[in-house]
């Protein structure tokens, strides 16, 4: 019984593919049928740690050679126990540097890229289509929400970077997929309407099957009951 009505559902008309905004942006947060995620919110994480990697370098790098170089300029007159202690004593001190920096970079980098990229993509997600309007405006929220501490004059001046950061990065991307030959927003609405295809097919195919197997077991049953019959009216 428990098998009858689990097996039920297999049975209903397959929901056809998020027809509004907001069906569109659940979808980001549910896995398919192999248990993945989208592939916009596959790119956000992947964006997220790629920024997190290049913010860690970009601050860690020059930091690291800069308390390297303080350090040597530092300890002419300190006494080591030879040149590899002098030299490995160099190294942990641009290390700590390289990570106490790059750490400081690569959150704000990693945050910066994830916000940015969550509301682009939301908004490409929710109209179900790319702009460059929409890069912009995440680039303007982005700087926005990092530069809001600093009052209205930075509020203002982060609006500036952040459009003007988004505008090019949105090109860049546009760019990149129309040399792929479609759009992210493009290629999703083929696959779902490529899946729903394929669901409605093999649903009619069972449906049919399903009506076959009742229409067989209908004339198998009615079978003896007409010779019964044909018999009772010979007597």
């Known amino acids: ?17 998020p027809q509004t905004g907001w069906e569109r942006l659940r979808e980001l947060l549910r896995r398919d049928e192999r248990q993945q995620y989208p592939e916009e919110t596959v790119n956000i994480l992947k ?5 997190g990697v290049v913010g860690w370098m970009y601050g860690g790098l020059p930091a690291f050679y800069q308390a390297r170089k303080a350090f040597i300029e530092r300890s002419h007159g300190e006494l080591f126990h030879n040149r590899a202690d002098a030299v490995q004593s160099a190294h942990r001190a641009g290390l700590r540097s390289f990570l106490r920096y790059g750490w400081r970079w690569s959150w704000r980098v990693a945050a910066f890229v994830t916000i940015f990229n969550t509301v682009s993509t ?17 680039g303007a929220f982005t700087g ?12 203002a001046g ?15 991307l546009m760019m990149m997929q129309k040399l792929a030959g479609e759009t ?24 049919s099957v399903t009506e076959v197997l009742g229409q067989t077991e209908s004339n198998t049953q009615g079978g003896p009951e007409v010779e019964r019959a ?6």
């Open 122 to 138: 939301g908004l490409s997600v929710y109209r179900n289509k790319t702009t460059i309007s929409h890069f912009a405006s995440a």
């Open 47 to 51: 964006s997220a740690f790629t920024g």
């Open 184 to 207: 992210l927003q493009e290629k999703r609405n083929r696959e779902r309407r490529e899946l729903y295809e394929q669901k409605l097919a093999e649903w009619q195919s069972r449906l």
């Open 230 to 235: 044909r018999e009772s009216r010979s007597y």
């Open 144 to 155: 926005a929400l990092f530069r809001m501490h600093l009052g209205l004059q930075g509020l």
């Open 1 to 17: 019984m428990a098998e009858g009505v689990g097996a039920a559902p297999q049975f209903g008309r397959p929901a056809p593919p």
């Open 158 to 172: 982060g609006v500036v970077f952040g459009t003007v950061f988004g505008i090019p990065a949105g090109g860049l």
